[in-house]
């Protein structure tokens, strides 16, 4: 099962991390049994939608009797590979790449800042944490000798692209950037974006004018 | 037609800001009519949705000929109450406040910081930009008289309820947090998340192990 199933709708993959969240916080907060419409009703879809969701990876709980949560934790952590630790990569050490790799919360689940690259002569040799920022000239031979998959881009828009076609002729497959640009990649490589304004826009619809 | 309409579901606004973004895309690009069908592709999502989504607003293209770029991204940009400028109250002042000040993108798209807060003496009376950061025994005074009532997060963990509680007592209404823990504000306050983690553990779902 842990194999990704390429017949599994994108919006579908994309929920998962939602329920995996859900799933951390009733798991922290003692709870063991979860119903779909709890479930849904914290997340704002609806069960049918969770249940059809599951669906696709197996058989997770029996009807009206809900879903175990340290059971379902654990499937959806093997679905989404978070069985392991993962390495990353991350471009950019100004103010931005410092306060990413000083993120409490991406170790603590999984994910671990351990190459850190900026194209600055003034940054190269500075320690953030207990990583040194290396020269963007040595990131290929970093990533490919580490065998890295995933990187984060932390610079500014107009450094973007050049960094995200760096990383993909390096082998990275999947870049979380932070940049206000769309980035353009092949096809075999994931790109998600950090996108504050989207997040804003949403919320000035119910503030009003 | 600005004002939010109480029955809409949430989910078809979150889209919303999707769907400008793609517009400003194409806009930027020339493009001066799109179909539901290739404005769906872009974002994966089906056109039924799509038109659908935009149904709750009102009518914005007739059948067989799509959507008018221009036109529809001005309505949208009504709806979102994106025709005015909003002015933004940031907290926290360390490496990720600086960098969230200095985002490019926000200024462009009509969100602008305007005060800047930290609890640390260190920080206050620092300059980021143009703007001087100021106590947090400043913030109920400064957001009142600015009558501000977007502001973002950028504490670490254990500071962020009590910034978020000291915001939503001094008026303001919809919250962007950074740090990595969920907030617990009233009902009537919005609150949204900028989560790397969702965005990467979707990623690794497709990165196999």
Do not use: C
Request: cysteine-free; aromatic content about 6%; charged content about 20%.
């Amino acid at each position: 099962m842990p194999s990704p199933l390429s017949n599994i709708p994108a919006i579908v993959v994309a929920r998962l991390p939602l329920y995996l969240r859900s799933l951390n916080i009733l798991a922290e907060s003692g709870s063991t049994v979860i119903s779909s419409a709890e479930l849904g009703a914290r997340l704002g879809i609806t069960p049918a939608q969770i249940r059809k969701d599951l669906s696709f990876f197996g058989e997770f709980g029996k009807q009206g009797t809900g879903y175990d949560v340290l059971y379902l934790r654990e499937q959806l952590k093997n679905i989404l590979h978070l069985d392991q630790q993962w390495s990353v990569a991350l471009v950019g050490a100004g103010d931005l790449g410092r306060a990413i790799a000083q993120h409490g919360g991406l170790g603590e689940r999984g994910f671990r800042i351990v190459a850190i690259f900026d194209q600055s002569t003034e940054k190269i040799g500075e320690q953030i944490g207990d990583i040194p920022v290396e020269s963007m000239d040595l990131l290929p031979i970093v990533v490919r000798r580490r065998q890295l998959q995933l990187a984060i881009i932390a610079v500014p828009a107009n450094r973007a692209q050049r960094a995200a076609d760096v990383l993909v002729a390096s082998g990275i497959k999947g870049i979380l950037s932070y940049a206000p640009i769309r980035l353009h990649v092949p096809d075999t490589v994931q790109v998600r974006y950090i996108d504050p304004l989207i997040a804003l826009q949403e919320m000035t619809y119910y503030l009003g004018g």
